[in-house]
């Protein structure tokens, strides 16, 4: 069984393997006229869930073509862990203004999306460590990159991938799962 749930341009699945995810969305149609789902001939009202996993992997805008590995992939479980655990470098993608508005993720540092290469690449040591209050990650450290929805913290994961931080992960719920959990 799957959990589902559609909303505007997001499906939410959990810990599920990629090919079984891949066959999924081949499966899966969105009606638009009639507000439902179609799903292996099957027909469910928008919203429906239907079963469960433990971790998220997001269909949105940014990964539609590209599905995120679910092995790079940290649940809201994995996250009550990390944020003990000052080896490992949480950080948030967003926008200062929007940290600012709604709160951060314990233990994390405030990277936006569009300065993260230059501060992983460009910083040094010090200027790092005096803009972020915390030493400089190496390439052997786990990177865990999270947002508002998941769609900025996969775009982050490629990034730091590509510059070689080859522990990196995502929080794919985010801040949206985070901050609906501590309530």
């Known amino acids: 069984m799957f ?23 081949k499966n899966l149609s969105y009606t638009s006229k009639n507000k439902n789902i179609a799903f292996n001939n099957s027909t469910f009202k928008k919203g429906q869930l239907f079963s469960s996993f433990t971790r998220n992997i997001s269909v949105n805008k940014y990964n539609s073509d590209k599905m995120v590995d679910p092995q790079r992939v940290v ?9 003990h655990q000052p080896e490992k470098v949480i950080i948030d993608v967003r926008n200062p203004d929007e940290v600012s508005a709604t709160g951060k993720i314990p233990s994390s540092i405030n990277i936006p999306l ?46 730091a991938l590509k510059l070689g931080y080859s522990k990196s992960k995502t929080y794919l719920g985010s801040w949206n799962d985070w901050s609906s959990k501590q309530k």
């Open 114 to 159: 569009n300065a993260m290469q230059d501060a992983l690449t460009s910083m040094s040591d010090d200027e790092f460590k005096k803009h972020f209050q915390r030493t400089k990650p190496s390439a052997s450290d786990e990177l865990i990159f999270y947002c508002q929805s998941g769609r900025r913290s996969s775009e982050a994961l490629d990034k």
């Open 75 to 83: 649940s809201y479980e994995d996250m009550l862990k990390v944020i």
């Open 3 to 25: 959990t589902f749930l559609i909303s505007r341009n997001t499906v939410r699945l959990s810990a599920v393997r990629l090919h079984a995810v891949e066959n999924l969305i």
